[in-house]
């Protein structure tokens, strides 16, 4: 074997006496042991219990995932349904993608109703991760601070009523199925 096992006198104790002492306390063969199986079993052999529980891995070899589980009359599984991912299923993930399109080309349509100065402004103050200070903006613009926020009130009201009537269009069913001729 490549691995390297067994080359202090504890880990060669350890190797040789582990199953002996674990079937004569009874211990599962598979599996971790209990934390006083483990004192119990170092205290046997005179190593470490950190000593016992690296040993008892190494000696009990891959398990895999397929393998079933010993379980109560009428119930069967494998280990693998016990896992459990709280990541998101492609489905939703897709969803999301395509909500957070969809609200993107909304806004973008909805800054088309604004002017030059209101989309400016709306994006300097309302969408910037840092949002530009009104008296920066009155100066760019050479109108007052005052001038800057009531701009800024203004285009956000047109984009949220733009918005609005755009969602409103979404929810609608396509025309092709809200009413057919001799149906």
């Excluded at 993930?93 to 909500?99: G, S, T």
């Excluded at 109108?143 to 203004?154: L, T």
């Amino acid at each position: 074997s490549l691995v390297k096992m067994g080359t202090t006198a504890n880990q060669k104790r350890l190797f040789f006496n582990l199953r002996k002492a674990k079937s004569r306390i009874q211990a599962i063969d598979d599996g971790d042991l209990h934390p006083d199986q483990v004192k119990q079993i170092a205290t046997q052999l005179g190593v470490s219990e950190d000593e016992v529980i690296s040993m008892n891995r190494r000696l009990g070899g891959d398990a895999s995932l397929n393998a079933p589980i010993k379980a109560s009359e009428g119930e069967s599984g494998e280990w693998q349904d016990w896992l459990v991912d709280d990541s998101d299923n492609a489905e939703q993930v897709m969803i999301r993608q395509d909500e957070l399109e969809s609200r993107r080309e909304m806004l973008k349509d909805a800054l088309e109703v604004l002017n030059d100065r209101e989309k400016r402004v709306f994006l300097a103050r309302r969408l910037e991760e840092n949002p530009v200070t009104l008296e920066d903006l009155s100066q760019e613009f050479d109108i007052s601070r005052e001038r800057v926020r009531q701009i800024e009130v203004r285009a956000f009201e047109k984009v949220q009523k733009a918005m609005k009537a755009a969602a409103k269009e979404l929810a609608k069913p396509p025309r092709s199925l809200e009413h057919q001729p001799g149906a």
